[in-house]
């Protein structure tokens, strides 16, 4: 059966430091894959997708980046955090479809 | 400009009683939709889904109706139970992109009351 990690569960980081956020899926291969943004009270926003290794598109302008270094990991990125980079951040898969699998999540907070 | 939206931030109903989400939608090009129910500090997972060929589809307790002249569609929930309580997500697709990205709404949050 298929797996998606997420790493760490929670984060609380200083505004100008770097991120890394880790996806990883088990059991399947060259899924979609997807980073979302859920800020307080509100729904998930599509930050970045991709459909291979390498391939990234972004939805929206913002001071973060994606990569997709192997088939089945996804990275979201900032080189300096800003105040409103906090949110629960979720990181998906799919195969193809249009049902999406999603992660456990990961709370940031940038204080 | 909000290609879905959930107007009602939250609904309470009673055990037992049925449970009506609502959700519109503004692109005339989405043509799948779906539901996801999310508990707190947990990922949303898939409930049911539409296409837009149909106007019904039922699943269990949980029923989606799309009305596509209006561009409306409802999830409901019968007979509602505690465990429903959640946030509920609708979520919009176009065939024409990449077929897994969505669109989602706001949420709904449901709490039903034992």
């Known amino acids: 059966s298929q797996t998606i990690h997420q790493w760490p569960a929670t984060l609380v980081q200083p505004v100008g430091s770097p991120l890394s956020l880790e996806c990883t899926v088990e059991?399947?291969?060259?899924?979609?894959l997807y980073w979302y943004r859920q800020a307080a009270g509100r729904g998930l926003q599509l930050l970045f997708y991709?459909?291979?290794?390498?391939?990234i598109s972004s939805e929206v302008p913002q001071n973060l980046s994606a990569s997709r270094p192997q088939d089945r990991q996804f990275i979201l990125s900032s080189k300096k955090l800003l105040l409103s980079d906090s949110g629960f951040y979720l990181c998906?898969?799919?195969?193809?479809?249009?049902?999406?699998?999603f992660g456990p999540g990961t709370r940031l907070t940038v204080l | 400009d909000q290609q879905v939206k959930q107007n009602s931030p939250s609904l309470s109903v009673q055990e037992g009683r049925i449970s009506i989400l609502n959700c519109d939608y503004t692109?005339?090009?989405?043509?799948?939709f779906l539901w996801y129910k999310k508990y707190p500090a947990e990922g949303p997972t898939f409930l049911i889904s539409?296409?837009?060929?149909?106007d019904k589809n039922e699943d269990g307790r949980f029923t989606v109706f799309l009305n596509k002249s209006a561009k409306h569609l409802s999830l409901h929930i019968v007979p509602s139970q505690p465990g429903d309580s959640a946030v509920y997500f609708c979520?919009?697709?176009?065939?024409?992109?990449?077929?897994?990205?969505?669109?989602f709404g706001d949420g709904t949050t449901l709490t039903v009351k034992p």
């Open positions: 991709s459909v291979g290794i390498g391939q």
């Open positions: 539409i296409s837009s060929i149909k």
């Open positions: 059991g399947t291969s060259n899924p979609n």
């Open positions: 979520a919009a697709s176009d065939l024409g992109t990449n077929a897994g990205k969505s669109t």
């Open positions: 998906a898969w799919n195969p193809g479809g249009y049902e999406q699998f």
């Open positions: 692109n005339s090009m989405f043509d799948y």
